[in-house]
C-alpha cells in the first residue's frame, strides 16, 4: 500500500497550486484521508480532512477560505488546491489515509513521501 503525494513546486505570492495524492495496493474510497504540512523547523501541523464515507471535510483555520480538499475514488486521488498563497505556507505538504478505526482526529495508518510547496514573496 502507497501513497504518493505530487504537485508541488515554486510559486508566487497569491499564486495558486494543487497537489495530488494517488493511492495504490487499496482502495481509499470510504476512508477518511487528509493533508499536513511541515514548514522548516516546525512541527507537522493537520491542513485538511476528507471523511471518505461522511463526504464531510474540515480545514485547520489558517488555510479555511483558500484551501479546497477534494477526491476522486474513481482514481483512489486526494487532491488539495491552494490559492491566494502565502509565504507562510511554505511546507512540505504530506497526504496520509487512515483504514483503522479507533485512532486519534490526527492519526492516519498511511503516509505520503512528502511534497514541497515553496511560496516567494
Known amino acids: 500500500v502507497q501513497l504518493q503525494a505530487s504537485g508541488g513546486g515554486l510559486v508566487q505570492t497569491g499564486g495558486s497550486l494543487r497537489l495530488s495524492c494517488t493511492g495504490s495496493g487499496r482502495s481509499f474510497s470510504t476512508n477518511a484521508m487528509a493533508w499536513f504540512r511541515q514548514a522548516p523547523g516546525k512541527e507537522r501541523e493537520f491542513v485538511a480532512v476528507s471523511r471518505g464515507n461522511v463526504f464531510s471535510t474540515e480545514y485547520a483555520d489558517s488555510v479555511k477560505g483558500r484551501f479546497t480538499i477534494s477526491r476522486n475514488n474513481a482514481k483512489n486521488t486526494l487532491y488539495l488546491q491552494m490559492v491566494s498563497l502565502k509565504p507562510e505556507d511554505t511546507a512540505v505538504y504530506y497526504c496520509?489515509?487512515?483504514?483503522?478505526?479507533?485512532?486519534?482526529?490526527?492519526?492516519?495508518?498511511?503516509w505520503g513521501q512528502g511534497t514541497l510547496v515553496t511560496v516567494s514573496s
Open positions: 496520509a489515509a487512515r483504514v483503522r478505526g479507533g485512532l486519534g482526529p490526527y492519526e492516519y495508518d498511511y
